[in-house]
Nanobody, 123 residues
């Protein structure tokens, strides 16, 4: 049984920082591409960042330079460090896992498993 559980969301002022975490069970991080997505009210879900089994990363243009995705394979935990937050970053943030070891995508159809989300609000 695969489970992804996000945490670390909250309310911050513009310019602040947050670190999101996603603990996974039932999958081996070494064999999965992992991603962070977000969805704001009334908007489509969008890919924020992805990291594959080799540690290669990909970022959406809207967050480049402000966000860093990383993972700890030993802890089966995915992270998203977000700095210089803007009000437009307000959304529900989801982690996702794709059973494609070397893939790297920000398209949601690429991913097999999803967490329940953690809310980020920037004012």
């Amino acid at each position: 049984h695969v489970q992804l559980v996000e945490s670390g969301g909250g309310s911050v002022q513009a310019g602040g920082s947050l670190r999101l975490s996603c603990v996974a069970s039932g999958i081996d991080f070494n064999n999965y591409c992992l991603g962070w997505f977000r969805q704001a009210p009334g908007k489509e879900r969008e890919g924020v960042a992805a990291i594959n089994s080799e540690g290669s990363t990909k970022y959406a243009d809207s967050v480049k330079g402000r966000v860093t995705i990383s993972k700890d394979n030993a802890k089966n935990t995915l992270y998203l460090q977000m700095n210089s937050l803007k009000p437009e970053d307000t959304a529900m943030y989801y982690c996702a896992a794709s059973a494609t070891r070397y893939g790297l995508a920000l398209d949601d159809w690429w991913y097999n498993y999803w967490g329940q989300g953690t809310q980020v609000t920037v004012s």
